[in-house]
C-alpha cells in the first residue's frame, strides 16, 4: 500500500508552547488530508478534513484557531497545535487520501506530550 | 455513513485462521466495507475493501453476505504479529471522504 509519513514521532513541549507536525504522502498524491486525535484507550476521532490548496473543515467542537492546519502541496499537510495545554497530550494522526486511490492510507502517528 | 457493529475482542490461536465478522445492515448501495487495524501506538494499517463480491489480497481475505448487511474478514493463519483492534467501517468508495472509527474488535493472537 501506499505510505504516509509523520515527523515528529514523539515530542514534548511545556505548557504554552507550539507544536508543529507535519504529514507527508510518499508515494502518492493526497489531494485530500485528515488529521484525527486519539486519547489512551480510546477510537481515532477525526479533528478536520483539507484539501489541497483549499482551507481546513474542522469537526464541531475542534478549535481551528488552536489547531492550525496547512495542505499547501499534494504531499504535505501540517499540524500546529498553538499554546499547547496538558490536556491537548494525545496521538495525532495524519492519512492521505483522494487522487486515484479509493481508499486512505495513515501516517505512523506522532505522540504529543504537553508538560 | 452506515453504522456498523463488532465484537469488543476475540481470540485466536497461533496459526488458526481468524474470522472477524462484522455487521452493517443499513448499509448503502453506493458504500463499501473496509478493514484497517491498528497495532498497538501506530497509525491504522489499511486491510483490505470490497463492494459486493469477496476479495482477497496478501494480507487477508473479505467474505461480503449477498444481501449486504454482513461481512467476515478472514485472516488465514495468524501471527502473534496480527494482534490489534480490527476496525470495520463502510463509506462510499473514494479516498476523499472520511472515515469514521468505532470501537473495533481486539483480535488477541494467542501462542
Known amino acids: 500500500g501506499a505510505v504516509v509519513s509523520q515527523h515528529p514521532s514523539w515530542v514534548i513541549c511545556k505548557s504554552g508552547t507550539s507544536v508543529k507536525i507535519e504529514c507527508r504522502s510518499l508515494?502518492?498524491?493526497?489531494?485530500?488530508m485528515f488529521w484525527y486525535r486519539q486519547f489512551p484507550k480510546q477510537s481515532l476521532m477525526l479533528m478536520a478534513t483539507?484539501?489541497?490548496?483549499?482551507?481546513?473543515?474542522?469537526e464541531q467542537g475542534v478549535e481551528k484557531d488552536k489547531f492550525l492546519i496547512n495542505h499547501a502541496s499534494l504531499t504535505l499537510s501540517t499540524l500546529t497545535v498553538t499554546s499547547a495545554h496538558p490536556e491537548d497530550s494525545s496521538f495525532y494522526i495524519c492519512?492521505?487520501?483522494?487522487?486515484?486511490?479509493?481508499?486512505?492510507?495513515f501516517g505512523p502517528g506522532t505522540r504529543l506530550t504537553v508538560l | 455513513d452506515a453504522k456498523t457493529t463488532q465484537p469488543p475482542s476475540m481470540d485466536c490461536a497461533e496459526g488458526r485462521a481468524a474470522n472477524l465478522p462484522c455487521n452493517h445492515s443499513?448499509?448503502?448501495?453506493?458504500?463499501?466495507v473496509y478493514w484497517y487495524r491498528q497495532i498497538h501506538s501506530q497509525g491504522p494499517q489499511y486491510i483490505i475493501h470490497?463492494?459486493?463480491n469477496n476479495e482477497t489480497n496478501e494480507m487477508a481475505s473479505l467474505i461480503i453476505t449477498e444481501d449486504r448487511k454482513s461481512s467476515t474478514l478472514i485472516l488465514p493463519h495468524a501471527t502473534l504479529r496480527d494482534t490489534a483492534v480490527y476496525y470495520c467501517?463502510?463509506?462510499?468508495?473514494?479516498?476523499?471522504?472520511?472515515?469514521?472509527f468505532g470501537k473495533g474488535t481486539k483480535l488477541s493472537v494467542i501462542p
Open positions: 443499513t448499509i448503502s448501495g453506493n458504500e463499501y
Open positions: 470490497g463492494l459486493k
Open positions: 508515494d502518492f498524491q493526497a489531494t485530500t
Open positions: 492519512s492521505g487520501g483522494g487522487g486515484n486511490t479509493d481508499t486512505q492510507y
Open positions: 483539507s484539501n489541497e490548496g483549499s482551507k481546513a473543515t474542522y
Open positions: 467501517i463502510v463509506r462510499v468508495g473514494a479516498g476523499s471522504y472520511q472515515l469514521t
